[in-house]
């Protein structure tokens, strides 16, 4: 049977930059990564902000074909249907078996289906991946309605790129505010009013979605809607089955130790599959990004501890920019400041910074992500982010 030195799977940002860090380590390894979707590991956070232009198939590719050949990284498209943790062994949905020395599993997660009594799931569409989202644009040929269910990053971004495509939009949520993970009721007032303006109809507070009225009536809080199509952004599962039928501990997510060992010896997990000790998981390109280098390095013998970083959340919608990492405790000191469109607020604890919430002040962001894992102090940032 075939054995390579490291198997990585899933064909996202955390693979990806597990195998960099591996093959700085050692570049005579042989690495294998494995994809189950069509077409090269691209940015996925860019899919569902192209609905209005369009992407051609490799557009947001994450590497070429060269950069995969000149780094000895053999790239297969399959599905790993069965990890054999004892054995150290894979199974694929269509190929033979194939061992590993060290394997990372980093395959990502999965919407949450949406289950509306009575509508058709030919209706539904997700924007998790590629795939999904060249079929919501083949759609904007024939709908002229959309509902979006869910009103977080993902739900706003479409909702706006579909208004951008002259469709008219219903955006949907249970909770009563838009961007609940990531925003404070001020910051989703601000995108609500923009929301609004932007000609979309907003329902917040929905707890009761009936399509059972007939083809395209949707009924919500009482009151009737005609819709052609329903785009689910409602949240995402971890891909925990793979590992769970492996008797590889899970809870939500994979489990992984500050390591990002998995129970499993030389099984790692990283990105929006892994949960960590605190049980966070993190869902989020940048946390992804670094928690797959982490495991890489860990997965080459080089103990490289995870820190809990403040990665933050960014969104361009409606012309406007906003940036947000919430504050983990409500105890800190904050510093509310406005100017011309811009608007601010800074948390500090013992004078250091801690959250930010950002409107506008998009050229300077790499500054303030800078402050934020520096946790710069209030002299520092009225000196070198003053408004
Ligand atoms: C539409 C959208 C927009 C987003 N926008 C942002 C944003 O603006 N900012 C931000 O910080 N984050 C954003 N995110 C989240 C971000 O994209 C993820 O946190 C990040 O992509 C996670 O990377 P990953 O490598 O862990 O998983 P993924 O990117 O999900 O990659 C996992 C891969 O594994 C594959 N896979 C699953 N099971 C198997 C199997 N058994 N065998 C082989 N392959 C398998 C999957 O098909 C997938 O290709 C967005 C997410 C979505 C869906």
Known sequence: MIL????????????????????????????????????????????????????????????????LLTHHVELLFDRVIGIETAKHELSFKHRGNLQYHKLIVAIGNKPRPLSINGLS?????NVHNARQVENIIR?????????????????????????????????????????????????????????????????????????????????????????????????????????????????????????????????????DVAEHPSGEITCLWHAAEYQGRVAGMNACGIKTKLELKPFRMKTEVFGDYYLAVLPSKSSLEWVEEEKDDIVRDMYFDQGKLEAVLMKNDGSRSKIYQTALMEKWTRERINRELPL
């Open 4 to 67: 390579k030195d490291f198997i990585i799977v899933g064909g996202g940002i955390a693979g990806l930059s597990a195998i960099k860090a591996i093959r700085e380590q050692n570049q005579s390894a042989s690495i294998l990564w494995i994809s189950d979707e069509d077409r090269l590991p691209y940015k996925r956070t860019k899919i569902n902000k192209h609905i209005a232009v369009g992407f051609s198939r490799d557009e947001f590719a994450l590497v070429e074909h060269d950069w």
């Open 121 to 125: 799931q030919d209706m539904v569409f």
């Open 139 to 271: 759609s904007t040929s024939s709908s002229r309605t959309y509902m979006v269910v869910g009103a977080g990053v993902e739900g706003v971004e479409t909702a706006d790129q579909l208004v951008q495509k002259g469709k008219k939009v219903i955006l949907v949520d249970r909770n009563s505010m838009v961007l609940q993970r990531f925003f404070t009721p001020k910051y989703a007032a601000l995108l609500q009013d923009t929301i609004q303006k932007a000609g979309i109809q907003l329902l917040l507070d929905v707890h009761d979605i009936d399509g059972s009225l007939g083809e395209s009536v949707i009924q919500m809080n009482g009151q009737q809607y005609d819709v052609d199509t329903v785009i689910s952004t409602i949240g995402y599962t971890p891909n925990i089955e793979l590992a769970a039928a492996s008797n590889i501990q899970c809870n939500v997510g994979i489990r992984v130790d500050e390591y990002m060992q998995t129970s499993a010896e030389d099984v790692f997990a990283a990105g």
